[in-house]
């Protein structure tokens, strides 16, 4: 079931999917870490936010496959320095939290249209 709730005017919408099908997408979100900082930090309004759960990453599952645990590993600090600016931020923390997810737990955020955001 897809839940789809608003916070503070936007859409959230939370899927699941595994990392071995998204492993692109997923690596290259996280390559986009340093300039999506700076993304983060001026969001102030989203039409619609994307929570989309690596089911396979989880660490109960062992954590992620060896091509994106090397991805995360590369942009460690960055990724640090992300997770700081999504709890910094009203929008997106409480996006995230609404769908009990931490930030500690986010590994990427994408911007593919204005308004929008994948985490």
Do not use: C, M, W, Y
Request: charged residues 35%; proline residues 3%.
């Amino acid at each position: 079931k897809e839940t789809v709730d608003r916070i503070v005017g936007s859409e959230v919408k939370q899927e699941e999917t595994k990392t071995t099908d998204e492993a692109g997408k997923v690596a290259t979100a996280i390559d986009r870490t340093r300039e999506n900082i700076g993304a983060v930090r001026k969001t102030s309004k989203l039409d619609k936010v994307d929570i989309v759960f690596l089911t396979d990453a989880a660490r109960s599952e062992g954590g992620p496959p060896p091509v994106i645990e090397s991805k995360i590993e590369q942009h460690r600090d960055d990724i640090a320095e992300l997770r700081k600016e999504i709890e910094a931020n009203a929008l997106l923390f409480n996006a995230i939290d609404s769908r009990r997810v931490q930030a500690e737990d986010v590994v990427a955020v994408a911007f593919d249209d204005p308004g929008k955001v994948v985490i």
